[in-house]
């Protein structure tokens, strides 16, 4: 069926290196993606999002880039912080319907 | 403004218990919608509920769980006869609109619940 799923479960990166988070879906319907951050204990927070006729969006110290060709998703997040480690999730909309989220993946800032 | 609002944050009960967990939306959101989140997964839709009415409860198991949004109150997610595969994070979320613009799609800290 419909999936939404990341290449890597856990990522570690040194302190005030670039991230990069990838996701990958299958539903080419998608209308919208969203990146989620959750830290331990805490509810989903939105990120950044991108509407399925854009391919690159920029927010403070995040981008996220949609390759449809390859139903491709990732979030790139620029020198990474302590506060950045989390799990970061992607999720797949389409309007009327409700989200899909990833598995997830960890990341870990070293210092 | 309030957040969405999820209490108890900890639950406990015993194998056949029932657990009831609650979820206020925020203020001027008429739309909630429920997801279970497994240790080291992500979270799957349960159910989406407007005052009153399901909309969509696809992801909900056939038995033992129910939801419910009253005309006034919060929205309660219901498990009766809780088994320990029941343990897990539950989460509401909640928007003013079906088809609003997703920032608008907020959750809550979560519930998590433990069958000992």
């Known amino acids: 069926g419909e999936s939404v799923g990341l290449h890597l479960p856990t990522l570690s990166v040194q302190e005030g290196d670039n991230s990069i988070i990838n996701c990958a879906y299958s539903n080419s319907a998608s209308d919208y993606f969203i990146w989620y951050k959750q830290e331990s204990g805490k509810g989903p927070q939105f990120i950044i999002d991108?509407?399925?006729?854009?391919d690159k969006r920029q927010g403070q110290r995040v981008t996220v880039l949609l390759n449809k060709t390859v139903k491709h998703l990732s979030l790139q997040i620029a020198a990474t912080q302590p506060g950045d480690s989390a799990v970061y999730f992607c999720?797949?909309?389409?309007?009327?319907?409700?989200?899909?989220f990833g598995p997830g993946t960890r990341l870990s800032v070293l210092p | 403004n309030a957040g969405v609002m999820q209490n108890p944050r900890h639950l406990v009960r015993r194998r056949g218990q029932e657990a009831r967990l609650r979820c206020s939306p925020m203020k001027g959101h008429s739309h909630v919608y429920w997801y279970r989140q497994l240790p080291e997964e992500g979270l799957k839709f349960m159910v989406y509920l407007q005052k009153e009415n399901i909309i969509d409860e696809s992801g909900m198991p056939k038995e033992r769980f129910s939801a419910e949004f009253p005309k006034e109150g919060p929205s309660i997610l219901r498990i009766q006869q809780v088994v320990r595969g029941d343990s897990a994070a539950y989460f509401c979320?909640?928007?003013?609109?079906?088809?609003?613009?997703?920032?608008?799609?907020?959750f809550g800290s979560g519930t998590r619940l433990t069958v000992v």
């Open positions: 991108i509407r399925s006729n854009m």
């Open positions: 979320a909640s928007s003013p609109l079906p088809d609003t613009d997703p920032k608008g799609y907020t």
């Open positions: 999720a797949e909309i389409r309007y009327g319907q409700n989200f899909v």
